[in-house]
Nanobody
Framework: QVQLVESGGGLVQPGGSLRLSCAAS????????MGWYRQAPGKQREFVAQ???????NYADSVKGRFTISRDNTKNTVYLQMNSLKPEDTAVYYC??????????WGQGTQVTVSS
């Protein structure tokens, strides 16, 4: 069983930055694709960014150039650096671990609010 624990959310003004962290338990982290998703009130959960086991990355168009995903396999942790935040980035952000599409896990989510 894998547990994912997110941290780093909070309230930030437009144009500000936050860094989210997601720490995973277990031994499959380095072999897994790690992703960040978000869900705003009244909307479906949407993809934000992912980092594969080979450290290639992919981003939603809405965050390209502003968000950066990275991972530290020695710490079983994935990060999401969010810069130039906008009010429309307000959402609950979820960490996802996908192990060869056979096993997938979600964190509990962390709230990000962008508001002046």
């Amino acid at each position: 069983q894998v547990q994912l624990v997110e941290s780093g959310g909070g309230l930030v003004q437009p144009g500000g930055s936050l860094r989210l962290s997601c720490a995973a338990s277990g031994s499959i982290f380095s072999a897994s694709t790690m992703g960040w998703y978000r869900q705003a009130p009244g909307k479906q959960r949407e993809f934000v960014a992912q980092s594969t086991s080979g450290s290639s990355t992919n981003y939603a168009d809405s965050v390209k150039g502003r968000f950066t995903i990275s991972r530290d396999n020695t710490k079983n942790t994935v990060y999401l650096q969010m810069n130039s935040l906008k009010p429309e980035d307000t959402a609950v952000y979820y960490c996802n671990l996908n192990y060869y599409a056979v096993r997938t896990y979600w964190g509990q989510g962390t709230q990000v609010t962008v508001s002046s």
